[in-house]
Nanobody
């Protein structure tokens, strides 16, 4: 299974960006897909989760501004980010786990498969 993120870029505060994560090599119907981010000097944090039923979770700081979605046929998960703030500057990672039937708490980062990350820089 391979996880590859793309879409990171530099953007002005208030702008929008869409991240894409392509996941190859799986045929499971139950899973949890997630976006995490890690800013320089800070711990990695979960941003959003989506499971096979389409149930989503968001960390409070992005709720209402970020949207996680998936295209199962394309084995792709997206993170649409709007109204980006300077604290959104980070490396964003896509993660996948096919042991889970539902996503865990946002504080749980015990995912089996991770991408290499894509950099988002928000200029104020």
């Amino acid at each position: 299974i391979q996880v590859v993120e793309s879409g990171g870029d530099s953007v002005q505060a208030g702008g929008s960006l869409r991240l894409t994560c392509e996941i190859s090599g799986y045929r499971y119907w139950t899973y949890c897909l997630a976006w995490f981010r890690q800013a320089r000097g800070k711990a990695r944090e979960a941003v959003a989760h989506i499971d096979g039923d389409g149930t989503t979770k968001y960390t409070s700081s992005v709720r209402g501004r970020f949207t996680i979605s998936q295209d199962f046929a394309k084995r792709t998960v997206y993170l649409q980010m709007t109204d980006l703030k300077s604290d959104g500057s980070a490396t964003y990672y896509c993660a996948a786990d096919f042991r889970m039937t539902v996503c865990p708490n946002l504080s749980d980062d015990n995912f089996d498969h991770w991408g290499q990350g894509t950099q988002v820089t928000v200029a104020s």
